[in-house]
């Protein structure tokens, strides 16, 4: 669970001296002076937070809020809504009318209070319960070259000792050598914004590739990548301890979608927290609580909607590479799944 921090009021003020030009140093023009930001933190634990830019010269101010997000301010007045507790370093550029710059930053400590909305905990043994996930099933390659076929059985997923198993197996099954299980919650739980909190511990087989993953509602009608898909936790078939974050969207800047990876230790011997925190302005990325990938949100993207909850273990395909000749069977282990708003 959070961590409550105590609300409080935090007010600042820093100057730093000019910074470079973007333009022809020989311009005539000054770059803004006196530099400077305020902040005000909200103390009802919104994550509200009120800034205040002012410099002379300055038409336009660049906030940076130490998150990966960042807006143009031309009046140097805003009020930003952090979605996690944390300490953030705020960086602002004044820019004059002839693109000659000057910076200040400044400190922020924020407390937000997020409320469990949904979860499961995985405490009471045999299948999934019914009430809160589903499966996918069958094979075909799930357009990943993947060659296992997804089941229900509790052969595949099953929770026992206070967790989720989800198994994947060497098998003959239905034309398949391998099979393994998909959960999803797609109608029966989705959100729009907040924070999804996943302690697992990963399969440690050459092969396998575990997912925990979102879709927007609209899969179905829109297809993809048009309903938007937010990779939470994808593992490396190969390395086991690197971990991909990746967001899918029609304007993604990369063909295989935007995001980054991270290495951890232990992720098949040791249970890691794999998170997301959504927002209006930002998807960001964790594990373990440290943020290792942000994508600014925009109102075009189709992360402004209900997404559902997936869980799977696929053999094979684009991520998952070559299986080793000797595996016979492994899992992903999950603790809980959290929902916070």
């Known amino acids: 669970m959070f961590n409550k921090l105590l609300p409080f009021l935090f007010f600042a003020a820093i100057f730093v001296g000019c910074g470079g030009s973007s333009k022809n140093p020989?311009?005539?023009?000054?770059?803004?002076?006196?530099?400077?930001?305020?902040?005000v933190v909200s103390t009802d634990s919104s994550g509200n937070v009120n800034f205040t830019a002012s410099a002379t010269n300055a038409v336009s101010y660049d906030f940076d809020f130490g998150n990966g997000v960042i807006q143009t301010i031309p009046s140097g007045i805003t009020t930003y809504k952090y979605t996690s507790s944390g300490t953030y370093t705020v960086n602002v550029i004044a820019k004059s009318a002839s693109g000659l710059i000057s910076s200040a930053n400044i400190q922020v400590n924020v407390a937000v209070k997020l409320n469990l909305v949904w979860s499961d905990e995985f405490n009471t043994p045999g299948s999934p319960d019914p009430t809160k996930w589903t499966y996918d099933l069958g094979a075909g390659g799930w357009g990943n070259n993947e060659l296992e076929y997804y089941t229900s059985r509790t052969d595949n997923a099953i929770i026992s000792n206070g967790t989720l198993k989800i198994i994947a197996k060497k098998e003959n099954y239905s034309g398949s050598n391998y099979t393994s299980a998909r959960l999803l919650t797609k109608g029966l739980y989705?959100?729009?914004?907040?924070?999804?909190?996943?302690?697992?511990?990963?399969?440690?087989?050459?092969?396998?590739?575990?997912?925990?993953?979102?879709?927007?509602?609209?899969?179905?009608?829109?297809?993809?990548?048009?309903?938007?898909?937010?990779?939470?936790?994808?593992?490396?078939?190969?390395?086991?301890?690197?971990?991909?974050?990746?967001?899918?969207?029609?304007?993604?800047?990369?063909?295989?979608?935007?995001?980054?990876?991270?290495?951890?230790?232990?992720?098949?011997?040791?249970?890691?927290?794999?998170?997301?925190?959504?927002?209006?302005?930002?998807?960001?990325?964790?594990v373990d609580d440290v943020v290792y990938y942000t994508l600014p949100n925009k109102n075009s993207f189709p992360f402004n909607q209900n997404f559902f909850?997936?869980?799977?273990?696929?053999?094979?395909?684009?991520?998952?590479?070559?299986?080793?000749?000797?595996?016979?069977?492994?899992?992903?282990?999950?603790?809980?799944?959290?929902?916070?708003?």
């Open 26 to 39: 020989s311009t005539p023009n000054t770059p803004p002076g006196n530099v400077s930001i305020n902040a």
């Open 309 to 341: 909850i997936i869980l799977n273990v696929a053999i094979g395909g684009t991520l998952g590479g070559s299986i080793d000749p000797a595996f016979t069977t492994d899992q992903m282990e999950i603790d809980y799944v959290r929902v916070y708003r």
């Open 190 to 286: 989705s959100f729009k914004y907040g924070r999804i909190d996943v302690n697992a511990k990963l399969p440690a087989s050459i092969g396998t590739w575990p997912a925990i993953w979102m879709l927007g509602n609209n899969i179905t009608t829109a297809g993809w990548p048009a309903c938007g898909e937010i990779d939470i936790m994808e593992q490396n078939g190969k390395n086991k301890n690197i971990i991909y974050g990746t967001l899918h969207y029609p304007a993604q800047v990369n063909q295989y979608g935007d995001g980054a990876t991270t290495s951890i230790s232990n992720a098949a011997n040791t249970f890691h927290k794999y998170s997301a925190i959504w927002s209006p302005v930002s998807i960001q990325l964790l």
